[in-house]
């Protein structure tokens, strides 16, 4: 199951290496990283693969406690969904 993770927020140290740490103790597998910081504030977005499609509402319990502790806002989508809400036409 391909899942799109979303973060954004003020920058700081550690964003990338905590949420790659939440996606790994998941068995969540990163596919690609597309990040840019503009006046301070952090845009982040992942392609990831997991095999457990019933795991995914553990990985966003998991990522939004994250997004609390790190101040930034974490979302996590099965990726036909993510796609779907942001098609154009």
């Not at 550690?14 to 068995?27: D, P």
């Not at 990283?33 to 509402?57: H, R, S, V, W």
Request: proline share 1%.
């Amino acid at each position: 199951m391909k899942v799109v993770v979303t973060v954004v927020g003020v920058d700081r140290v550690g964003i990338i290496a905590r949420v790659a740490t939440v996606l790994a103790e998941n068995y969540v597998n990163i596919v690609s990283i597309n990040q840019t910081i503009l006046d301070g504030m952090f845009n982040m977005i992942m392609m990831c693969e997991a095999k457990d499609q019933t795991a995914l509402p553990k990985v966003q319990a998991a990522l939004t406690a994250e997004g609390e502790a790190l101040g930034v806002q974490i979302q996590a989508q099965h990726a036909d969904i993510f796609l779907s809400m942001h098609r154009i036409g």
